[in-house]
């Protein structure tokens, strides 16, 4: 955990390499866009050999209702150093058809409670006091945030609020609790067919923290057969990163990323590793229809 603070700034919000894939959690707009339901879990342990170093798991199942709506539930448990946060989200999206070419607008929310707890007990530290901080147990906090999402059969463009109230949180610089700040999340890509059985999709998330810097990851993948995504992502002055995806059938998707840190955190961490696997409820007749990949 001492070596935690050599990142630079706090890291607040759980952060993820395959946020093509995790869209729902990054921006409620995107509920229901699938066209289907689906349902999807990703695991993240970041900073492997680092005591204290996050760890997050997420659980997400959205569906279409109707022609212009959508519903989700949004499950995320974040662990760094002392402190643990469980935040459980419902989301919903309204859509606007806005051109003659089908470009649909889709304005979300997000509505739910987050269980906060810190325990001083684990750890170690570099203010040895620390230790006699009141421990925190499963504290609930609301949780309210919104996000437009613009997405065109090929392309995407989305901006974000997670979370409109600057609750408690931990924060690792100054190992101790201290407010929340704002977040403002940007996520756009593209898919490119550069023939019948290659596209090449790149894609950007910029994360920005109130008072802090911005945080910008670039990736770009190849879709080969609609079957096997290799690619790589680049967080700028923190890691790069290469991805690997495989469509098992029209129904399941698995994917991996592993990261390597180019910061000061280097010499103390072998990488990061992220998994997720999507199952989607999606028929023959669907899929031939409106295929989608982002």
């Given at each position: 955990m001492l070596v935690l603070s050599l990142s630079g700034y706090g890291q607040q919000d759980?952060?993820?390499t395959q946020y093509n894939y995790n869209t729902m959690t990054v921006n409620p707009g995107y509920t229901g866009s699938r066209g289907h339901l689906a349902i999807l879990s990703l695991y993240r342990s970041q900073w492997v050999g680092i005591d204290g170093a996050p760890k997050t798991i997420t659980f997400g199942i959205d569906s279409p209702v109707g022609k212009f709506d959508g519903l989700g539930l949004?499950?995320?448990?974040?662990?760094?150093?002392p402190s643990e946060e469980t935040y459980i989200d419902g989301n919903y999206a309204h859509t606007l058809i806005v051109n003659r070419k089908g470009d649909r607008l889709a304005l979300g929310i997000k509505a739910g409670?987050?269980?906060?707890?810190?325990?001083?007990?684990?750890?170690?530290?570099r203010d040895p006091e620390a230790i006699f901080n009141e421990n925190v147990n499963s504290r609930l906090l609301p949780t309210i945030g919104a996000g437009l999402f613009y997405y065109t059969k090929r392309g995407y463009l989305g901006l974000s609020v997670p979370n409109f109230f600057t609750n408690e949180h931990y924060d690792e610089i100054q190992e101790s609790e201290s407010l929340e700040r704002m977040h403002f999340f940007l996520i756009?890509?593209?898919?490119?067919?550069?023939?019948?059985?290659l596209k090449f999709k790149p894609s950007f998330y910029v994360k920005?923290?109130?008072g802090a810097p911005v945080a910008v990851d670039v990736s770009a993948s190849f879709?080969?057969?609609?079957?096997?995504?290799?690619?790589?992502?680049y967080r700028w002055d923190?890691?790069?990163?290469?991805?690997?995806?495989?469509?098992v059938s029209p129904r399941i998707n698995i994917g991996y990323a592993?990261?390597?840190?180019i910061n000061d955190l280097n010499s103390y961490n072998s990488g990061s590793h992220e998994v997720f696997l999507r199952f989607q409820l999606i028929s023959r007749e669907t899929r031939l229809k409106s295929p989608r990949f982002f």
């Open positions: 759980p952060q993820f949004s499950i995320v448990q974040d662990e760094l150093g409670v987050r269980f906060f707890s810190l325990d001083w007990s684990k750890g170690l530290f756009g890509g593209y898919v490119f067919n550069l023939n019948p059985d920005h923290v109130l879709l080969m057969h609609e079957t096997l995504t290799l690619g790589a992502n923190d890691s790069v990163s290469a991805l690997l995806g495989f469509q592993y990261d390597y840190s």
